[in-house]
């Protein structure tokens, strides 16, 4: 026996490898940080001999950890906010106020709510497009918290030096200067969990130059790229009128276009942009609530995957969301696409979960260590228990996890082969009281800002 062995038998074990493999009944061995074994039946008595810990799955999808492919943590204060308004309208009444006020210690604790959400959720992996920089340590406050969940992270640390709100803007020197201070502290920690990346945030809001220049260095640290892209058709046309160019066409032109480059959003891409992303390589992040909630479109998901081209999901910030539940981007992603083609046949369960965890692995930058339950890549996995009124009888796995289950049928979630939630109870930190010293944070956030409820 093995103390840091865990072994997980009993249940069906999605694999969503190469040949999406469905082992029902399944095992699965994890030793350290990485998975050790997958088979189908029952573990051999060697394999068993060896745990440490026996988790039984009866009645469970057992499945990689999701990936969240693009989110605001520090949102989780402002969900709700300012319901029912266009992405421009919103920024203004929402994200802008509260956002000038924000300190290093409320991000922290808005990170911390969002990742116990995130686990919570099925996504044990979590990109932060996070622009709110004016306090310093606000960048340092979602690396803490990831540190102190147990969460993987990587912080595509945003910004803005032109045309944007002047409370967010940064020059050129400041952008550069202060993501290198946090890839210098940050990059690798917490076991590697912890990784940065240049994060510019809309077109509109980034010169060329810079542009050019932070590219440059992420090519350097060998980090990837992650902006906002074509997320409205106003955005295009601001495009357009400025630089005579679409979204994706002005990358390309800048030579900012590879597999180290993750375009958020991607709504309103025509023909011949969605051509180029495939040619060169770029992942899309597919964030269909909030594309919804905000009226902003529906993106050529299917179109952009009959090319080959990696779709990412994502639940986008809480702000526009107002949830950070993966789950519910499953089926939400599924059902977007089969009405706005008026073809029922064009996503099914096993593109989606591909989308969640092998998509989402190459929008981390981390394809060759998570998004498949295989021997030798990371031990991020989650449990999720079918034997509940919403899904049962379960004839199906994946239709199952797609179209029936929920946030809270995640029992158990395992990030680099440490238990962070059993049972639906979280681990990792005292729940309650963080909830509760959260709620005082908020309030106060707010009453500095002036923000009224």
């Known amino acids: ?73 520090f949102q989780t204060f402002i969900r709700g906010l300012a319901d029912d308004k266009p992405l421009l309208d919103w920024l203004a009444a929402a994200i802008w106020p509260v956002a000038q006020a924000l300190t290093g210690e409320e991000a922290y604790l808005a990170a911390m709510v969002g990742l116990v959400e995130n686990l919570r959720g099925g996504a044990t992996a979590v990109i932060d497009h996070q622009y709110v920089h004016t306090d310093l340590a606000n960048d340092d406050g979602v690396c803490r918290a990831a540190v102190d969940t147990g969460a993987r992270l990587l912080l595509a640390r945003g910004w803005a030096d032109m045309d944007y709100h002047p409370a967010f803007m940064e020059t050129p020197e400041q952008i550069v200067a202060e993501t290198t201070r946090l890839f210098e502290t940050w990059q690798g920690q917490a076991g590697g969990r912890i990784r940065v990346e240049f994060g510019p945030l809309i077109p509109w809001g980034c010169s060329d130059e810079t542009m050019r220049r932070t590219y440059a260095l992420a090519r350097e640290w060998g980090v990837g790229t992650h902006i906002h892209i074509a997320e409205t058709r106003a955005e295009v046309d601001i495009n357009l009128e400025k630089r005579g160019s679409r979204h994706v066409e002005w990358l390309a032109g800048l030579g900012i276009l590879g597999p180290d480059v993750q375009l958020v959003h991607s709504v309103w891409l025509d023909e011949g942009e969605i051509e180029t992303v495939a040619r060169n390589g770029a992942v899309i992040v597919h964030c269909p609530v909030s594309n919804m909630y905000l009226a902003s479109g529906a993106a050529p998901v299917p179109q952009m995957r009959a090319l080959g081209i990696p779709v990412a999901l994502a639940t986008d910030g809480p702000g526009s969301n107002n949830s950070q539940d993966m789950l519910e981007v499953l089926k939400t992603t599924a ?25 989402g692995a190459a929008a981390f930058g981390q394809a060759g260590l998570i998004g498949s339950l295989q021997a030798g890549k990371k031990a991020d996995v989650v449990l999720v228990d079918l034997d509940t009124p919403r899904a049962m009888p379960v004839h199906r796995i994946p239709s199952a996890l797609v179209y029936n289950a929920s946030a809270g049928e995640v029992d158990t979630v395992i990030v ?38």
């Open 1 to 73: 026996m093995t103390q840091d062995c865990i072994l997980i038998e009993n249940g069906t074990v999605v694999t969503v490898d190469d040949r999406q493999q469905v082992l029902d009944p399944g095992y699965l061995l994890i030793e350290a940080d990485r998975i050790a074994g997958v088979g189908a039946g029952q573990a051999p008595a060697t394999v068993r001999d060896r745990a440490g810990t026996i988790l039984d799955a009866s009645h469970m999808a057992v499945m990689p950890g999701m990936v969240n492919g693009h989110t605001h943590l």
């Open 335 to 359: 059902l977007l696409h089969k009405v706005s083609s008026l073809d029922a046949m064009v996503l099914l369960p096993e593109d989606v979960l591909w989308m969640a965890c092998r998509g």
């Open 416 to 453: 680099d082969g440490r238990i962070l939630m059993r049972d639906r109870q979280i681990l990792c930190v005292d729940e309650k009281a963080l909830l509760a010293e959260a709620r005082a944070a908020c309030a106060r956030l707010f009453e500095r800002a002036g923000v009224r409820v």
